[in-house]
């Protein structure tokens, strides 16, 4: 194996093995001091399930980074560190003792304008969709804090159901982390990489656990959420360096859509619900996709696998169309119309099979029969190794 690629992956396994450390540590604090998060009329749960997880995850990912010298030399990294160690108090203060909608999305929009101004960088390149290249100054700074502050929200909001938040942030990790390889940016490369070996400890226990069940919490799904917005910014910034990548008629903004494709796409249904509904749009409810895999017969993890599922073929749909020669307008209009079906149009679909009672509802209650996985005995094995750890 070469000494670079020993170098790459290296952060990602020392991230692996800083969260599995401190995991149980972590645990028992939240146990010790009663932070947890109770079951009631939204919630999933039927018990209390301690919820300092992202507290775990970020020490995971800090260790990968500080061991890493690309990363410790690079200019860029304490900023990163910086957005991110911030939201993480913010949402665990949000664990504990609960703030208000208004005021979070206040310091996010705040954490957002200082990462552009301390890291100067901004979605400010369209990089050829509907012709356009560099845009505005000012229009660059308002379209970076829309993007960002619901990127940060959209993960926040998926957080439901066990394995799918912290699935689909591995997942999403991996595939920036594969785009920032192929571009030839590595300090990037390393920061997405380290992100996701962080997460699988935590995804393991959160899906497996019994004892060692937590939650991620808001301080994991704002941090997790920061970090891909950071991505999607890097990328889009006219500075990163993918005009090689771009010139081959790959969709930069297609790309990163199609990774976010179905949390950015499910929030802007339930969003767009609750205003049509005239009910604030933070209100909370029980209308996300999530909770209507599991209102038809699908359990956690069939629910995490089936949405992890439908975002992977919108990114695979979309490579498709890249290497068919699609425009990057084209790429654009297929990623967001796949978005639309697999959110909009099936919630729809899904919700009117459940009143009407039909046989489709049959036919997914027979797959979601399949996808019950944690009635098989290899299950509860997984389960008895990973409570061990």
Same mark, same amino acid.
């Given at each position: 194996?070469?000494?670079?690629?020993?170098?790459?992956?290296?952060?990602?396994?020392?991230?692996?093995?800083?969260?599995?450390?401190?995991?149980?540590?972590?645990?028992?604090?939240?146990?010790?001091?009663?932070?947890?998060?109770?079951?009631?009329?939204?919630?999933?749960?039927?018990?209390?399930?301690?919820?300092?997880?992202?507290?775990?995850?970020?020490?995971?990912?800090?260790?990968?980074?500080?061991?890493?010298?690309?990363?410790?030399?690079?200019?860029?990294?304490?900023?990163?560190?910086?957005?991110?160690?911030?939201?993480?108090?913010?949402?665990?203060?949000?664990?504990?003792?609960?703030?208000?909608?208004?005021?979070?999305?206040?310091?996010?929009?705040?954490?957002?304008?200082?990462?552009?101004?301390?890291?100067?960088?901004?979605?400010?390149?369209?990089?050829?969709?509907?012709?356009?290249?560099?845009?505005?100054?000012?229009?660059?700074?308002?379209?970076?804090?829309?993007?960002?502050?619901?990127?940060?929200?959209?993960?926040?909001?998926?957080?439901?159901?066990?394995?799918?938040?912290?699935?689909?942030?591995?997942?999403?990790?991996?595939?920036?982390?594969?785009?920032?390889?192929?571009?030839?940016?590595?300090?990037?490369?390393?920061?997405?990489?380290?992100?996701?070996?962080?997460?699988?400890?935590?995804?393991?226990?959160?899906?497996?656990?019994?004892?060692?069940?937590?939650?991620?919490? *808001?301080? #994991?799904?704002?941090? /997790? !959420? @920061?970090?891909?917005?950071?991505?999607?910014? %890097?990328?889009?910034? +006219?500075?990163?360096?993918?005009?090689?990548?771009?010139?081959?008629?790959?969709?930069?903004?297609?790309?990163?859509?199609?990774?976010?494709?179905?949390?950015?796409?499910?929030?802007?249904?339930?969003?767009?619900?609750?205003?049509?509904?005239?009910?604030?749009?933070?209100?909370?409810?029980?209308?996300?996709?999530?909770?209507?895999?599991? *209102?038809? #017969?699908?359990?956690? /993890? !069939? @629910?995490?696998?089936?949405?992890?599922?439908? %975002?992977?073929?919108? +990114?695979?749909?979309?490579?498709?169309?890249?290497?068919?020669?699609?425009?990057?307008?084209?790429?654009?209009?297929?990623?967001?119309?796949?978005?639309?079906?697999?959110?909009?149009?099936?919630?729809?679909?899904?919700?009117?099979?459940?009143?009407?009672?039909?046989?489709?509802?049959?036919?997914?209650?027979?797959?979601?029969?399949?996808?019950?996985?944690?009635?098989?005995? /290899?299950?509860?094995?997984?389960?008895?190794?990973?409570?061990?750890?």
């Amino acid at each position: 194996m070469s000494e670079n690629i020993v170098n790459i992956i290296l952060p990602a396994f020392l991230a692996f093995a800083g969260t599995l450390w401190i995991h149980p540590k972590v645990l028992n604090i939240a146990i010790l001091k009663n932070i947890v998060d109770n079951p009631d009329a939204r919630k999933l749960q039927r018990n209390p399930v301690p919820v300092l997880g992202g507290v775990a995850v970020f020490f995971g990912i800090i260790i990968g980074l500080c061991c890493s010298p690309a990363m410790l030399n690079n200019a860029h990294t304490f900023i990163f560190i910086a957005a991110m160690l911030i939201m993480l108090y913010i949402g665990t203060t949000d664990d504990i003792i609960g703030l208000s909608p208004s005021i979070r999305f206040l310091i996010e929009i705040i954490v957002v304008a200082w990462f552009m101004y301390a890291n100067n960088s901004s979605i400010n390149c369209f990089w050829g969709l509907w012709g356009i290249g560099a845009i505005p100054l000012w229009v660059s700074y308002a379209l970076t804090i829309f993007a960002a502050v619901g990127i940060i929200n959209a993960i926040n909001l998926i957080d439901g159901v066990n394995g799918l938040s912290s699935g689909y942030c591995f997942m999403s990790s991996v595939l920036f982390a594969i785009f920032f390889y192929v571009t030839g940016n590595q300090p990037m490369t390393l920061f997405a990489l380290s992100a996701a070996g962080a997460i699988i400890p935590f995804f393991l226990h959160n899906v497996f656990g019994q004892s060692t069940k937590m939650f991620i919490g *808001d301080g #994991g799904t704002l941090v /997790i !959420g @920061t970090m891909l917005a950071m991505f999607v910014i %890097n990328i889009l910034d +006219v500075k990163s360096g993918c005009n090689l990548i771009v010139a081959k008629g790959l969709g930069l903004i297609p790309f990163a859509l199609a990774v976010l494709s179905i949390p950015v796409s499910d929030t802007l249904r339930v969003m767009s619900t609750r205003f049509i509904n005239k009910k604030p749009i933070f209100y909370p409810d029980k209308t996300h996709l999530h909770h209507m895999f599991i *209102d038809l #017969g699908f359990s956690h /993890i !069939g @629910t995490t696998i089936s949405i992890l599922s439908l %975002n992977f073929i919108v +990114v695979a749909i979309w490579f498709l169309s890249y290497k068919l020669g699609a425009s990057v307008d084209a790429q654009l209009y297929i990623v967001v119309a796949t978005s639309f079906l697999f959110t909009f149009v099936f919630y729809w679909y899904a919700k009117r099979q459940i009143e009407k009672n039909t046989k489709a509802l049959a036919t997914f209650k027979s797959i979601a029969k399949i996808l019950h996985i944690e009635k098989k005995g /290899i299950w509860h094995t997984i389960q008895q190794m990973i409570d061990k750890l």
